[in-house]
C-alpha cells in the first residue's frame, strides 16, 4: 500500500518524460493524473483509518564499515497528514495543468516535472532516516529548480530559478552540517536509533569555532538552518517570491503547500531533539515571528497578484514555526494542513484569474472582474476568508491556535512572536481584501476601460499619480516593479496603458481589450474542492490535532516533554488574546475597504506622501541589493580575479600551461629546419663538420697556448 503511493508517482515521471513523443501528450496528461489520484485515494484511506506506528522496509540501501542505511518508510500520524496533502494538492494541480497548460507544446516535460517532485516530497515525508530524508530533500530541491525554469528560454525564469537552488544550498549546507554531527553524537542516522537516546545525548557538549557548545542546540540549529532555506524564513526567504517566474501550477505545488513545508516537516519529526535544545526553540520562535511580519509588510505593496500570495506564504510559514518553536507542535503542522487547501485555492485561484486575463498578472490592470468570472471570484474570497482566519473556516482554528500559544508560552522570545504575529494577522486582513477589491472589484482598468480609468486618475490627483509612478519604477535589480509582467514574466506597457498586448505564457497575442472569461471544468473542479477543505477542514479535523483527541491521534508521532503543557495552558488565555485576531481582520477588512471603495484616491497619495516608507517595502526590504551588495558581485568579482588573474596570467603564463606552449614554440621554430630542400640539409651538414673539426682543433691544444 505504502509502496503504491510513493511510487506511482515515480512510475508516472518516468512514462512522461521518457515515453512522452511516443504516446502523446493527452496521454502524459491523463496517466499522471490518473496516478496521482489513486495515491490520493489510498493516501485517504489510511490517514482516516489510523493505526498504529510501523516501519515499511524497501530495501537495503548501502554499507560502509559499521554505517548501515536501509531504505525504509516511517508510517505514523505525522506521515499520514503529510501524505494527506502533498498527494491531495498534487493531483488537483496536475488536473487543473491539463487546462491552464493545454497550449503550451512542452506539457510531457512538465507533467513528467511534477510527477517527479511529488515522488521527492513523498520520500522526503516519509523518510526512515537522515540519509533519506536528505535525498528526499534535494530531490524536491532539483524537481523545483527544474519547474521554476520550466520556461528556459525566458532569462528572467532561469535567473530564478539559479537563485532558488543556490540559497537553498546555503540552508541544506546547515543540514548536511547537522546531519553529520547527529551521527558523531548517536552512532546512528536512524529516527528508532536517535530518539531513545535523546536523554543520554542532551547534556553533552561539542567543541565549535573555538567554544564548548550544548551539542544538541548546536545540532538543532544546524538542522533548522536547513528548514529555514526550504521554507524560506527571514534571510534565507528571498528565492520564494523570485520562484513565481514558474507556471502558476507550479506555485500551487511547490511554493503553497509542499515544498516550502518541508522544513516544518522536518522540524516536527525531529521535535524529540528540539524538545531537549530550548534555546534552539527559541531561534525557532524568534525567526519564525520575525518572518511571519516582515513578509506581511512587504505583501501590502505588491502590485503582482501573484507575488502577493508568495509573501503572505512566507508570512504563514513564520507563524508555523512560532507554533513549533513555543513547544506547541501540534499546532503548528494543524497549520500547515489547512493552509494548504486554502494557499492552494488561492494560488490557483490566481491562475484562473490570469487566465480569464489573459495572462496578465498586474493588478493595476484589473478590476471590476466579479461580473465577468463569479466562480473564480467566490473561490478566492473563500481563499482569502481562511487566510485571514474569519470565524469557522480553515484558518481560523491553526492560525488563532497559534496565536494563543505564542502567549501562553514562558519560553524566551514568545512575547516577541505573539505580537508580530497578531500585527501580521492585520497586514495579511489588509492585503488580502486589497488584492480582492483591485481585481474583483471597483472599476474596471483592462481594454477600453483603462483609458477612461487613467485619464480620471490623472485629472483628480496628477502630481500624486506621477510620484507613485515614480517610486514604483525603482525596483531592484533585474525586476522593475512598475512595470507589468505576464505569466513568463515578459515586460508590458504601464500599468495604466490601454492598448497593451501581453504575450501570453503560449507565445500568443491577446489584444487588452479582450473580454474576460471563466475558467474550463478542468480548471474550476480543483478549486472547489480545495474550497471545501478551506473552509471545512478546520472544522472537521480540529479536535483531532488540537483538542481532546490530540493525544490518542498523535500517539508518539510529536515530542510532548514532561514539562511542556503548552496544549493545555493555550485553552486558558485572556479573552482579549482569544479575540486579538478576530478584531485585526475586520479592522483590515475595514481599512482595505476605505482605500481601495470608499476613497480609492487614497493609496496613492499615502505613498506619496511616504515615499522613503512606500519604497522600502516595494523593494522588500532592500534584501536583495543588501545581498547583491555585500555578497553576489564581491562573490562575482573574485571569480572574474581567478580567471584573469590566476588562471590566464599566471597558471596560463607561467605555469604548465606555460612550460606546454614553450614547448610547442621550440617545436615549431624546429619545423622551419625541416625544409625537404637537399642543398639546405647539405649546408647544415657542412656546417657541422665545421663546428667539429674547429671543436677538435681548439680541444686539442695545450692549455695557455695561443
Not at 530495501?59 to 531504505?71: L, M, N, Q, R
Not at 491552464?100 to 521527492?120: G, N, V
Not at 527571514?234 to 516550502?260: C, K, N, R, Y
Request: with cysteine; charged share 15%.
Amino acid at each position: 500500500m505504502y509502496h503504491a503511493i510513493v511510487f506511482f508517482p515515480l512510475i508516472g515521471a518516468l512514462i512522461a518524460g521518457l515515453f512522452g513523443r511516443l504516446i502523446g501528450t493527452k496521454a502524459c496528461e491523463y496517466i499522471t493524473t490518473s496516478l496521482l489520484a489513486f495515491t490520493a485515494l489510498i493516501a485517504w484511506g489510511v490517514f482516516l483509518d489510523g493505526g498504529h506506528a510501523e516501519r515499511v522496509q524497501v530495501a537495503h540501501w548501502f554499507s560502509a564499515g559499521d554505517f548501515t542505511v536501509d531504505w525504509a518508510f516511517k508510517v505514523d500520524t505525522l506521515t499520514r497528514v503529510m501524505l494527506v496533502v502533498v498527494t491531495t494538492v498534487s493531483t488537483l494541480v496536475h488536473l487543473y495543468s491539463i487546462g491552464y497548460m493545454e497550449e503550451d507544446p512542452h506539457r510531457p516535460r512538465f507533467f513528467a516535472y511534477l510527477s517527479l517532485f511529488t515522488f521527492a516530497m513523498l520520500m522526503l515525508v516519509t523518510a526512515d532516516n537522515l540519509v533519506q530524508m536528505f535525498f528526499g530533500w534535494e530531490g524536491v530541491g532539483l524537481a523545483s529548480y527544474l519547474l521554476i525554469g520550466f520556461w528556459y528560454e525566458k532569462p528572467s525564469a532561469n535567473a530564478a530559478a539559479m537563485k532558488a537552488f543556490i540559497v537553498n544550498r546555503v540552508g541544506d549546507f546547515g543540514f548536511s552540517l547537522g546531519i553529520f554531527l547527529v551521527f558523531v553524537l548517536f552512532g546512528s542516522v536512524a529516527f528508532d536509533g536517535i530518539f531513545p537516546k535523546v536523554d543520554e545525548v542532551s547534556k553533552l557538549t561539542f567543541h565549535f569555532l573555538g567554544y564548548d557548545w550544548n551539542a544538541m542546540t548546536l545540532a538543532c540549529l544546524l538542522l533548522f538552518m536547513g528548514a529555514m532555506g526550504k521554507s524560506a524564513q527571514f534571510l534565507l526567504h528571498t528565492w520564494l517570491p523570485d520562484a513565481m517566474e514558474g507556471p502558476t501550477p507550479v506555485s500551487a505545488l511547490i511554493h503553497a503547500a509542499t515544498m516550502v513545508t518541508a522544513g516544518v516537516f522536518m522540524v516536527a519529526r525531529l521535535s524529540p531533539l528540539f524538545e531537549v535544545a530550548p534555546n534552539a526553540l527559541i531561534v525557532v520562535t524568534v525567526i519564525g515571528g520575525i518572518t511571519s511580519f516582515f513578509a506581511a509588510t512587504i505583501g501590502l505593496v505588491q502590485n503582482d497578484i501573484k507575488r502577493v500570495i508568495a509573501y503572505s506564504t512566507c508570512s504563514q510559514l513564520g507563524y508555523m514555526f512560532v507554533g513549533l518553536g513555543v513547544g506547541a507542535y501540534a499546532t503548528g503542522v494543524f497549520h500547515l494542513f489547512t493552509h494548504a487547501f486554502f494557499k492552494a485555492l488561492l494560488f490557483l485561484g490566481a491562475g484562473s484569474v490570469i487566465h480569464a486575463m489573459h495572462h496578465e498578472q498586474d493588478m493595476r490592470n484589473m478590476g471590476g472582474l466579479r461580473p465577468y468570472i463569479p466562480f473564480t471570484c467566490a473561490m478566492m474570497a473563500i481563499g482569502s476568508l481562511a487566510l485571514i482566519g474569519f470565524p469557522f473556516t480553515a484558518g481560523y482554528y491553526s492560525k488563532d491556535a497559534i496565536i494563543e500559544a505564542a502567549y501562553a508560552s514562558t519560553r524566551p522570545g514568545h512575547t516577541l512572536a505573539f505580537l508580530c504575529t497578531v500585527i501580521a494577522a492585520f497586514f495579511t486582513s489588509f492585503y488580502s481584501w486589497r488584492l480582492f477589491f483591485l481585481t474583483f472589484e471597483g472599476p474596471a482598468r483592462w481594454g477600453a476601460h483603462a483609458a477612461h480609468a487613467h485619464q480620471d486618475a490623472h485629472h483628480a490627483v496628477p502630481a500624486v499619480a506621477h510620484s507613485v509612478a515614480a517610486h514604483a519604477a525603482d525596483g531592484p535589480p533585474g525586476h522593475t516593479e512598475g512595470v507589468a509582467h505576464d505569466d513568463r514574466g515578459h515586460d508590458l506597457e504601464p500599468a495604466h496603458k490601454s492598448d497593451v498586448v501581453a504575450d501570453d505564457h503560449h507565445g500568443h497575442g491577446h489584444h487588452g481589450d479582450h473580454t474576460p472569461h471563466e475558467s474550463p471544468l478542468v480548471m474550476t473542479l480543483p478549486l472547489a474542492v480545495l474550497a471545501f477543505g478551506a473552509l471545512f477542514a478546520g472544522l472537521i479535523f480540529k479536535d483531532r490535532f488540537i483538542g481532546e483527541g490530540m493525544e490518542a491521534f498523535w500517539g508518539h508521532a510529536l515530542a510532548h516533554g514532561p514539562e511542556n503543557h503548552i496544549m493545555h495552558e493555550m485553552h486558558h488565555v485572556p479573552a482579549l488574546v482569544a479575540y486579538s485576531p478576530l478584531v485585526m481582520l475586520t479592522l483590515g477588512f475595514v481599512l482595505a475597504w476605505w482605500m481601495y471603495i470608499k476613497r480609492p484616491e487614497l493609496p496613492s497619495a499615502l505613498a506619496a506622501q511616504q515615499p522613503v516608507l512606500y519604497r522600502f517595502l516595494l523593494n522588500k526590504w532592500y534584501f536583495d541589493e543588501i545581498y547583491d551588495r555585500i555578497i553576489v558581485r564581491p562573490t562575482k568579482d573574485f571569480g572574474i580575479f581567478c580567471w584573469r588573474t590566476l588562471d590566464i596570467k599566471i597558471i596560463d603564463g607561467y605555469g604548465p600551461n606555460a612550460i606546454a606552449s614553450r614547448v610547442l614554440d621550440v617545436a615549431r621554430g624546429a619545423v622551419r629546419f625541416q625544409t625537404g630542400y637537399l642543398y639546405h640539409y647539405a649546408f647544415v651538414m657542412l656546417i657541422g663538420v665545421a663546428g667539429l673539426i674547429s671543436w677538435y682543433m681548439m680541444s686539442g691544444l695545450p692549455k695557455g697556448t695561443h
